[in-house]
């Protein structure tokens, strides 16, 4: 009799594990599968952004030759300028240690340079250096004309945050260039440049020059609010990073894969077209 009691809760036991195992994989499943609801809001950059602006920096220039602590001490020194991205502050919840540092993590940057009234600034000439660079010299007119004031646009955050919080980010950062020009501060600009990732497919075959020509079918936006201003804008220059790139779209591919080279593109606007560029953004999200 002890024998079979010892069975049958072994066997008891067993079951439980096995139920215990389903319901962890079910939760796990659920945890993944779960879309999980974030939300952002704007502030003020401030030194304790510091190392993640930088981070965005290193986002977008890689391996280029600049100071970009420089840079990003420039961006949080005119901070009546810009917009940092930060996960929003539930006042109603008690939040850990892991929730207290998700919440103070810059997930984005939007801000403009004057890349004029800043010539003199080492990482500013490193800047313009780079720039002159890869666009073939196109923009030594520009910059050799003392009457333009000319605006480094930035527009970085992390990748899979959707593109429409960029609308509110860049309106507010147009409301922040005109009350600093009318209080006399230097960003009365004449133009911006920006510089849009984006990754192309590397297929020459015939099929892809054709969904190409349809439209660009073969092009990825790493920021898709960037599509309509290179529309609208000159470009300047285009370039392949993908030897400076440690997070460009790889992984295996079969034979009838895409496979795409990260790029970046050197976009030229007038200021009277920025709020224009702001509709068609717009527009485009819609």
């Known amino acids: 009799m002890e024998e079979d009691s010892s069975d049958s809760s072994e066997e008891e036991e067993e079951e ?10 079910d939760e796990q499943l659920g945890e993944n599968d779960r879309e999980i609801q974030v939300d952002f809001e704007g502030q003020s950059p401030c030194a304790e952004d510091f190392h993640g602006i930088k981070s965005l920096m290193h986002q977008l220039f890689l391996k280029a030759h600049i100071n970009l602590s420089g840079l990003t001490e420039l961006i949080i020194q005119q901070n009546y300028i810009g917009s940092i991205l930060q996960q929003c502050v539930d006042n109603d919840e008690p939040d850990s240690d ?6 103070d993590e ?10 004029t009234h800043h010539k003199d600034v080492e990482c500013i000439k490193e800047v313009k250096k780079y720039l002159l660079e ?33 609308v509110p980010l860049l309106e ?13 501060k230097p960003f009365d600009f004449t133009h911006f440049i920006l510089i849009s990732k984006l990754h192309e497919s590397t297929r ?9 020509v349809k ?33 460009a779209v790889s992984g295996t591919w079969d034979e ?6 990260p790029k970046r593109r050197i976009v030229l606007i007038t200021a009277k077209q920025l709020p224009e560029v702001l509709i068609k953004i717009k527009e485009f999200l819609e």
């Not at 030594?140 to 646009?153: A, E, K, R, V, Y």
């Not at 507010?172 to 006399?184: F, M, R, Y």
């Not at 020459?204 to 190409?212: F, H, I, Y």
Request: proline fraction near 4%; charged fraction near 35%.
């Open 16 to 25: 439980n594990d096995s139920q215990d195992e389903e319901m962890g994989e």
């Open 98 to 103: 892991d929730e207290g540092n998700s919440l």
């Open 106 to 115: 810059v997930f984005g940057i939007t801000s403009a340079i004057n890349l």
């Open 134 to 166: 890869k666009t073939q010299k196109k923009l030594s007119g520009l910059f050799d004309d003392p009457s333009n004031q000319i605006g480094l646009l930035f527009n970085e955050r992390f990748i899979n945050i959707p593109p429409q919080v960029s």
């Open 172 to 184: 507010n950062l147009c409301k922040e260039i005109d009350e600093a020009k009318k209080s006399g």
């Open 204 to 212: 020459k075959d015939p099929e892809s020059r054709k969904k190409k």
């Open 215 to 247: 439209g660009g079918a073969t092009i990825l936006w790493v920021n898709a609010e960037e599509e309509p201003i290179s529309e609208m804008g000159e470009i300047l220059g285009e370039y392949s990073v993908r030897s400076e790139s440690d997070a």
């Open 256 to 261: 009838d894969d895409e496979q795409f080279d």
